[in-house]
């Protein structure tokens, strides 16, 4: 069965050091999501790629954070510099098609636990 | 107002028991909505879809109220492997066409 696969599974990091995630989705999905989740909460989306366009980043801190997806497969998020705050899980998901319809399901990755110290 | 809202339990049932989780949404303009099931440490995985006709999947019944703006996930006959946080998640119109989840509905089943 098909899977997104995310790495690295675990991250520990100081606070002010860059960190990088890496995102495959599912073969032939066009769409590409990042989500971060807070202890407690539910997922919130950071960025959306459809292909290799930035569709919606608006809740994406860009001061520190950016996204990209060159062409239009794997995706990388990256954090600089890392803020206490930003200990959370990052949750790529992706799907076949924007979710503009009644079908709205996203499959997601694992997941990469950030811990900033 | 958070545009998704539920109730964050958690709920702790015996086995066989029945259960109900409510969920609300704030943007009437929503036309889509889910529930998804998250396992502890885990992501976050489709449960089922919820339709304004109500729909069941087995012993899950999700039901629709557009009137009052809530979502219901109904669970008979409860299994210990059902202990997981249950996510609400709506469509959201208001900032062009993004999954809008809930602080999920944790539920623990117990023998």
């Known amino acids: 069965e098909a899977e997104v696969a995310q790495s690295p599974r675990y991250k520990i990091t100081e606070k002010s050091q860059a960190v990088a995630f890496w995102c495959d989705p599912i073969s032939g999905h066009a769409t590409l999501y990042w989500y971060r989740q807070i202890l407690g909460q539910g997922p919130e989306l950071l960025v959306q790629?459809?292909?290799?366009?930035?569709?919606?980043d608006s809740q994406l801190p860009k001061d520190r954070f950016s996204a990209e997806r060159l062409k239009g497969v794997d995706s990388t998020l990256k954090i600089q510099p890392a803020e206490l705050g930003d200990s959370a899980m990052y949750l790529c998901?992706?799907?076949?098609?924007?979710?503009?319809?009644?079908?709205?399901?996203?499959?997601f990755g694992p997941g990469t636990r950030l811990t900033v110290l | 107002r958070k545009e998704v809202e539920q109730d964050p339990g958690p709920f702790n049932v015996p086995e066989g028991a029945t259960v109900a989780f409510n969920c609300t949404y704030s943007n009437s303009a929503s036309q889509s909505f889910f529930w998804y099931r998250q396992d502890c440490r885990k992501e976050p995985k489709l449960l089922m879809s919820v339709y304004s006709s109500g729909n069941e999947d087995g012993r899950f019944t999700a039901q629709l109220n557009r009137a009052s703006q809530y979502i219901s996930l109904l669970i008979r006959d409860s299994k210990l492997s059902d202990s997981a946080t249950y996510l609400c998640?709506?469509?959201?119109?208001?900032?062009?066409?993004?999954?809008?989840f809930g602080a999920g509905t944790i539920l623990r089943v117990k023998s």
């Open positions: 998901a992706s799907s076949p098609r924007d979710v503009s319809g009644t079908w709205g399901e996203q499959f």
């Open positions: 790629f459809q292909d290799e366009s930035v569709v919606d």
């Open positions: 998640v709506v469509l959201s119109m208001e900032y062009g066409n993004k999954l809008v």
